[in-house]
């Protein structure tokens, strides 16, 4: 059974950085590419980035690009999402899961909330 298990979202000012964490279950996982979604209020859930499984070839949406950084530990089976100079555009619920050309694969998580403060 696959599950995820998102951590780190709280209350920031613009221009702080903050880092999330997803534990995800070893059948998730394993030999996978993981990534992160968010979903603002009012808003569809949307791609923000991704990493592979083996050689760690990363993905960032546009809006994020040069200001988020992914990675992963393979041993923990946890991926990463630091995210730095943040602005209030970034609040949203955020999400990982197994990421097949920039799309979800697997069921949810609970997701964990950041907030942006102006």
């Known amino acids: 059974q696959v599950q995820l298990v998102e951590s780190g ?16 279950s070893e059948s998730a996982f394993r030999n996978n590419n993981m990534g992160w979604f968010r979903q603002a209020p009012g808003k569809e859930r949307e791609f923000v980035a991704s990493i592979s499984w083996r050689l760690g070839i990363t993905d960032y949406a546009d809006s994020v690009k040069g ?12 991926v990463y999402l630091q995210m730095n ?24 998580g609970q997701g964990t909330q950041v907030t942006v403060a102006s």
């Open 67 to 78: 200001r988020f950084t992914i990675s992963r530990d393979n041993a923990k089976s946890t």
């Open 85 to 108: 100079s943040l602005k209030p555009d970034d609040t949203a619920v955020y999400y990982c899961n197994v990421v097949v050309s920039r799309r979800p694969f697997s069921s949810w």
């Open 9 to 24: 979202g709280r209350l920031v000012q613009a221009g702080e950085s903050l880092r999330l964490s997803c534990a995800a």
